[in-house]
Nanobody, 124 residues
């Protein structure tokens, strides 16, 4: 599976962005897809994840209620709608594919494939 992340940009605090993760390969639907983010000098952190059929989602505490993840297995795409953006959301955002259990979505080591990252910058 090859992943291509897009949709990043610069917005003011309170604004919205929608990130897209497009995947190639017929086995896309076999993978959990999650978003992680990494700010300069910091570790890569889990943001949100969606199960293979799309029925289950998980969010980090810092984005729950503001970000929403969804997937379309026919289009091989996962979207991350980000609302109410804050300066602390500034980071490079990566999508990743793996097969972790729901309780382990936040562990980067359990993902096999990663996109190249897209920059999100929020100014206060």
């Amino acid at each position: 599976v090859q992943l291509q992340a897009s949709g990043g940009g610069s917005v003011q605090a309170g604004g919205s962005l929608r990130l897209s993760c497009a995947a190639s390969g017929r086995t896309f639907r076999d993978y959990v897809i999650s978003w992680f983010r990494q700010a300069p000098g910091k570790e890569r952190l889990f943001v949100a994840g969606v199960s293979r059929p799309g029925a289950s989602t998980r969010y980090s505490d810092s984005v729950r209620g503001r970000f929403f993840i969804s997937r379309d297995n026919l289009k091989n795409t996962v979207l991350l709608q980000m609302n109410g953006l804050e300066a602390e959301d500034t980071a490079v955002y990566y999508c990743a594919a793996g097969r972790p259990a729901l309780s382990a979505y936040d562990l980067p080591a359990l993902y096999y494939y990663w996109g190249q990252g897209t920059q999100v910058t929020v100014s206060s």
